[in-house]
């Protein structure tokens, strides 16, 4: 998987480029598809995820990004989990997500990291 750094100034031009979205503002939570009005300096963390790739907001020191893409090398575990009652009135009932798998130095298996996929 390729990672790359990304400045809170490109943060709004690439998330748009994403069909879906989960973003944590301090005040409240939106998700859905189509991104719009995106305001970098109210967000705690926010994914924006499609088809192998995944912008991962946070903040630490400041608004940061880590933008993730499969190069077709990964190994992941695919994993369903139901939505709430609030995803369902949005029309969605699941969101799924990959738990990327990587081995250690003596060969054990272990998850290195969980990102979005998609909603279904």
Do not use: W
């Amino acid at each position: 998987m390729k990672m790359t750094e990304i400045r809170k100034e490109e943060i709004i031009s690439l998330a748009q480029e994403f069909k879906n979205h989960i973003i944590y503002y301090f005040d409240s939570l939106r998700f859905g598809e189509n991104p719009e009005n995106i305001e970098p300096d109210n967000i705690n963390e926010a994914f924006f995820f499609q088809d192998g790739k995944c912008l991962h907001v946070y903040r630490e020191d400041g608004v940061k990004g880590i933008f993730y893409r499969e190069e077709g090398e990964e190994e992941f575990i695919t994993e369903k989990q139901i939505l709430g009652q609030k995803c369902f009135e949005n029309g969605f009932e699941t969101l799924v997500i990959k738990k990327y798998v990587e081995y250690d130095e003596d060969g054990q298996a272990f998850i290195s990291r969980v990102l979005p996929a998609k909603f279904i």
